[in-house]
């Protein structure tokens, strides 16, 4: 079932209707809705529905309550303003009535990263002790808004955030994502956009995948090869002949994404998989006989199944190795350990250590324990995947290591923990974002070897500490979802498999252990629900489950012949019909228009419109409803 409330708004804008008829407008705030538990992902631990509402007015200003709390009120600042239209000043010293209060401060025994907010009518106060935190709470008071906050030009409004206490702090301390830029090279750009969408809910670690056999993509100075050689295709599927676009990123460009994280409070942790999934660097090494940080017969770092090694695009993996006797194999270890660590934000370095089948397990022991040694000596604690670097035998991780548990069922949680490791959750039948969906997905996308076909109800439905016994939230510092891109040639198709399941892996290692099936479930589903028009007004692809009982939102948006904004994510104008109410006895039916969803892409926003001659000028009360084929509806009131 649809939302059925209400939507209660006020217009101000411009109107130019069929008559060229244009009245000066006029704003009105009308009763607030009956307070309900507003829709916040992840849950908070502590939500308290107050009474009445606040709204943003042009004399709102952001109160920062110290000059550290200045960097976060200037994000607060940049992610009201697109939609607003309106730069909200920030000042510091005492808040006024309708002012937002940020404050570095603990209100009572919150972890770092928690925060306390209060919504009333008179204003906003968001504390904590960190700026962490306060980002986190930033981000809660922008989901309290209304999902047109989203939007990147100016719409009428109005801004209101429901009367509110939060109280919350994260589960875990790492809430990772991870995306494949090895396999099918993403620029820049799309990354930034993956830091927007995965910050939003509380996800504060990026994990790049910088390296596969298909590809290596961040410039290594003294391997020049690295980039000009091995980042020359991406993955194709099994069968193709001519291999996807390639590319890589200079170290200014990587350096410019850590730094984009920072501002979003996520580290970048860096991973160039190794012994095994190496194929590029081996193809870009092995004839590299002139280079003079090698030693004139790099041949003998292959230890692949293929010697000389050959390209291979396809999804084949195992088939390649780095020898660890080679001396070269060191000299170009170090250089990447080198670099990727300085220039990365994270306490972690991921060495990969995943599906080596070309080694023995004592070249397989040798490899990943040398390398753990020149992690540690640039700083960064070892992380890798625990299917190898903590279960193969010989490999002895350094305490305190983090060890990436992918195998469903936890088995390679289990020999990490033995191992005296730390673990990220990261079960592949839950957590994998490249998984393909279920019926009626029709996109193509996805692999479907540990969860092919499954939706949100099973990346939600489980629990890091009940995965398997002996691994508990004493072992556990987080959880990852990987988004694998064998599949994946833009991002438009890997914000598809991303979204709306990122979601659930973000709850999962946000919000406290609880029941995640049925009524939890639903819960959860209807606060993704809400995400939908916030989704379509921010430009992101997502896939349109029928687990998720999306809503049909509306919002004042006058214009050329358009009057409202219509977020129906999975529904097609066909089921939607509009009626106009001109608020002078006529009623007309409106027009529904924008761009269809096609089997890899969501429908945009809709424009609802209409035209109208009036007898008289003067204020009219305009009245929009929109009513999908299965009763679902949506109201605006506006005034032109
Ligand atoms: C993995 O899925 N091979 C980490």
């Not at 060229?20 to 538990?37: D, G």
Request: with cysteine; proline share 7%; aromatic share 8%.
């Amino acid at each position: 079932v649809k939302n059925h409330s209400r939507r209660t708004r006020a217009a101000l804008g411009a109107v130019c209707l069929a008559a060229a008829l244009t009245v000066p407008l006029s704003s009105q705030a009308q009763a607030a809705p009956a307070a309900a538990v507003p829709s916040i992902v992840p849950k908070p631990v502590s939500a308290t529905a107050g009474h009445g509402r606040f709204e943003l007015t042009r004399s709102t200003r952001i109160v920062a309550g110290s000059n550290a709390a200045t960097p976060v009120a200037q994000v607060l600042a940049a992610d009201l303003a697109p939609a607003t239209g309106q730069r909200f000043g920030i000042t510091r010293g005492r808040a006024h009535d309708g002012d937002i209060r940020l404050v570095l401060g603990n209100p009572g025994a919150l972890p770092s990263e928690g925060y306390r907010l209060s919504v009333t009518s008179h204003g906003v106060t968001l504390e904590s002790p960190s700026q962490h935190g306060l980002f986190d709470g930033v981000q809660t008071i922008l989901q309290l808004l209304p999902p047109w906050i989203a939007h990147t030009t100016p719409l009428p409004g109005p801004w209101t955030i429901p009367a509110v206490t939060v109280t919350d702090y994260p589960r875990y301390q790492y809430r990772g994502v991870m995306l494949d830029i090895g396999r099918h090279f993403e620029p820049p750009a799309a990354v930034e956009k993956l830091i927007d969408i995965a910050s939003a809910y509380k996800v504060n670690t990026l994990h790049l995948h910088v390296s596969d056999d298909q590809g290596f993509r961040i410039a290594i100075k003294g391997l020049p090869n690295l980039t000009t050689i091995g980042s020359q295709g991406s993955a194709c599927a099994t069968g193709c002949t001519t291999p996807d676009p390639g590319g890589y990123w200079t170290q200014a460009q990587y350096k410019g994404v850590v730094a984009y994280a920072a501002a979003h409070f996520m580290t970048v942790v860096p991973e160039v998989d190794t012994p095994g999934h190496n194929n590029a660097i081996i193809m870009s090494e092995y004839n590299d006989t002139a280079n003079p940080l090698l030693n004139g017969h790099p041949q003998d770092i292959n230890c692949s199944n293929s010697n000389p090694p050959k390209w291979n695009y396809t999804w084949d993996v195992g088939y390649s190795a780095l020898c660890p006797a080679s001396d070269n194999t060191w000299t170009i270890i170090s250089t990447i350990v080198k670099q990727l660590s300085a220039m990365s934000s994270s306490p972690y370095y991921d060495l990969g250590g995943d599906e080596v089948q070309t080694i023995t397990p004592a070249q397989y022991a040798a490899l990943v324990n040398r390398e753990s040694g020149i992690v540690a000596a640039n700083g960064k604690t070892p992380m890798g995947w625990a299917d190898g670097y903590a279960t193969v035998a010989g490999t002895t991780p350094p305490a305190g290591s983090i060890g990436e548990a992918w195998e469903p069922g936890g088995t390679d949680a289990v020999q990490a923990v033995q191992k005296g490791m730390k673990v990220v959750m990261a079960p592949a039948d839950h957590t994998y974002l490249d998984q393909s969906y279920p019926a009626p997905d029709k996109s193509g996308l996805g692999l479907g070897w540990a969860c092919g076909g499954c939706d949100l109800a099973v990346n939600y439905g489980w629990d890091p500490a009940t995965v398997t016994a002996g691994v508990t939230d004493k072992n556990i510092i987080g959880v990852e979802g990987a988004l694998w891109s064998e599949t994946l040639p833009n991002f438009t198709d890997a914000e598809y498999l991303l979204l709306p399941r990122l979601l659930a892996v973000a709850e999962i290692a946000w919000s406290p252990a609880g029941a995640r099936t049925g009524p939890a479930f639903q819960d959860f589903a209807s606060r993704v629900a809400a995400q939908g028009a916030r989704f379509q007004s921010a430009g992101y692809n997502f896939f349109t489950t029928s687990q998720v009982p999306w809503r049909l939102d509306l919002t004042a948006d006058v214009g050329h012949g358009t009057l409202a904004l219509l977020g129906a994510p999975g529904v097609p104008t066909s089921a939607l019909t509009a009626k106009i109410n001109w608020g002078d006895g006529t009623t007309t039916a409106g027009t529904i228009t924008g761009t269809a969803a096609t089997t890899k892409t969501v429908n945009g926003l809709y424009s609802v419109g209409g035209h109208h001659t009036y007898a008289h000028g003067g204020a009219h009360h305009v009245t929009v409803t929109v009513t999908e084929t299965n009763g679902a509806t949506a109201t605006v009131h506006l005034t032109i």
